[in-house]
Nanobody
Framework: QVQLVESGGGSVQAGGSLRLSCAAS??????????MGWFRQAPGKEREGVAA??????STYYAASVKGRFTISQAANTVTLQMNSLKPEDTAIYYC??????????????????WGQGTQVTVSS
C-alpha cells in the first residue's frame, strides 16, 4: 500500500525558509516515468502544482511563481522541497503526490495517483 507522509510545515516570516519532506513507502522507483510532485492549495483557490521530479532521471519542473526560490530533490524514498525567500502568497496547505507514470504535464494534479495528507505553511508579512 502506497503511503506518503509530509513533514516540515510551519510558520515563518516573509523572506524566511522552510524545508518540507515527503516520506514515501509501499513502492520503489522501478520506472523512469514515475514521478513525485508538490502541490499547494490556499483557501478559496484551486490546487496548484509547485514542483515535480522524475527520481530516476533527475528532471525537475517548477511553477513560474516559485522558480528560483524553491528546489525539489529526492534521495531514496524521500522527496524534499526547499523553500527560500518565502512570500505571504506562498501560504497554503502543501501536498506531496506520487505518479506511477508521469505524463506531459508534471504539474497537473490529474497526473498523480497518490496523495499525502498535507502540511500547513504560513508566511507572515
Amino acid at each position: 500500500q502506497v503511503q506518503l507522509v509530509e513533514s516540515g510545515g510551519g510558520s515563518v516570516q516573509a523572506g524566511g525558509s522552510l524545508r518540507l519532506s515527503c516520506a514515501a513507502s509501499g513502492y520503489t522507483y522501478s520506472s523512469n516515468y514515475m514521478g513525485m510532485g508538490w502541490f499547494r492549495q490556499a483557501p478559496g483557490k484551486e490546487r496548484e502544482g509547485v514542483a515535480a521530479i522524475y527520481p530516476n532521471l533527475g528532471s525537475t519542473y517548477y511553477a513560474a511563481s516559485v522558480k528560483g526560490r524553491f528546489t525539489i530533490s529526492q534521495a531514496a524514498n524521500t522527496v524534499t522541497l526547499q523553500m527560500n525567500s518565502l512570500k505571504p502568497e506562498d501560504t497554503a496547505i502543501y501536498y506531496c503526490a506520487s505518479s506511477m507514470r508521469l505524463g506531459s504535464y508534471p504539474l497537473r494534479a490529474s497526473e498523480y495517483n497518490y496523495w499525502g495528507q498535507g502540511t500547513q505553511v504560513t508566511v507572515s508579512s
